[in-house]
């Protein structure tokens, strides 16, 4: 059992839950057969608290003590290290539009991308259903700068990118012309 499965999730430590809106995923089996399944979400805030966010397939229903497991849709989990706040005076934290050809680094806050290889949760959803949705389950590091704060998920969107084998691909539509020929 891991870690996360038995810790004890007490409710100082969960954040507000994020569910996704259903999100339509078009894939034919008989045509497609992908080898890699990853969500990416874009735009994520780190500029609280540092988190876990649990990630869970069709299961609009899970919290902080759900298992993550696959009966519960779980995905996997991604982390953020969370800057708990601003320091600075005002307007210090402020993201300002880069110029072109800006060779300094980007401002410690600009939004993440972050990704995880969720194949074996979406191909057993795109198993019962075509419509997906993610929910986030973030639990918020116990002791930190901002720790009481729970609203920590802030997205701009999310992806889900699959990777198809090109070569079985190739070979099927060998196969089809083969039979017309």
């Not at 007490?10 to 954040?15: A, D, Q, V, Y």
């Not at 990853?38 to 735009?43: C, P």
């Not at 700068?145 to 999310?158: A, F, G, N």
Request: proline share 4%; charged share 25%.
């Amino acid at each position: 059992m891991e870690d996360k499965d038995k810790e004890n999730n007490n409710s100082s430590n969960i954040g507000n839950v994020f569910t996704s809106r259903p999100i339509k995923v078009k894939f034919n089996s008989d045509e497609h057969d992908f080898y890699r399944a990853d969500i990416i979400f874009y735009g994520v805030d780190h500029s609280g608290p540092s988190y876990e966010g649990r990630i869970f397939i069709n299961n609009s229903k899970a919290n902080g003590n759900t298992l993550c497991d696959e009966t519960n849709g779980y995905a996997g989990s991604y982390f953020i290290f969370g800057h708990g706040g601003c320091y600075g005076d005002i307007g210090h934290c402020d993201l300002m539009p880069r110029r072109p050809y800006d060779s300094r680094p980007r401002h410690a806050l600009t939004p993440a991308v972050v990704s995880i290889n969720a194949t074996n949760a979406i191909k057993k959803a795109l198993k019962e259903t075509d419509t997906i949705t993610i929910t986030i389950v973030p639990i918020i590091a116990v002791g930190g700068r901002m720790s009481h704060i729970k609203d920590v998920i802030h997205l701009e969107r999310i992806r889900i990118n699959g990777y198809e084998n090109y070569s079985k691909i190739k070979n099927r539509k060998d196969e089809i012309n083969r039979s017309l020929a």
